[in-house]
């Protein structure tokens, strides 16, 4: 789905994944798909995120807010990046809109969890924002004993 432009994967995804996240009893407000830079939506063409996160979101009836966050600056790719450099990379990098997330549980939406240096990112803005709580979901999570050289 993310570099094979296999986009149709992103409803059948959310499908599957609805009945997970009801299990989990999570008060959620909004679910918020964690953003792509400028550059890189443009190079793309969509963010494969939002493709699960959209569908998602309707299945499990709370508002998507694709909008409530975004990046403040390009960063560059986390493939092939050290644990610190992943950190340094997305430090500072988002903002979060506070009319839409103060005092509200989020849910955020990522593809793939390696470090957790995206997501930590992400949640901090949020806080900063006024978010009561953040939770996470990823689609997938990389294995360590892979090694990030390999991810």
Known sequence: MKYRRNIGLGEAIAMQTADF???LHWQLDVLIPV?????RLKE???????LVARPLAYQIG???EPDALW???ETRSQVGLTISQRSENVQNAYQADST?????????MDDVATTGSTISACTAALRSAGAQEVYVLTIA?????????RV
Do not use: C, E, F, M
Request: net charge positive.
């Open 71 to 73: 990046k403040t600056r």
């Open 100 to 108: 839409v997330v103060k005092d509200k549980s989020i849910l955020i």
């Open 35 to 39: 953003p792509l830079g400028k550059k």
């Open 62 to 64: 709370i508002r998507y």
């Open 44 to 50: 793309r063409g969509y963010n494969q995120v939002a």
């Open 141 to 149: 999570r990389a294995l360590p004993h892979h090694g990030l050289d």
């Open 21 to 23: 996240v009801h299990s």
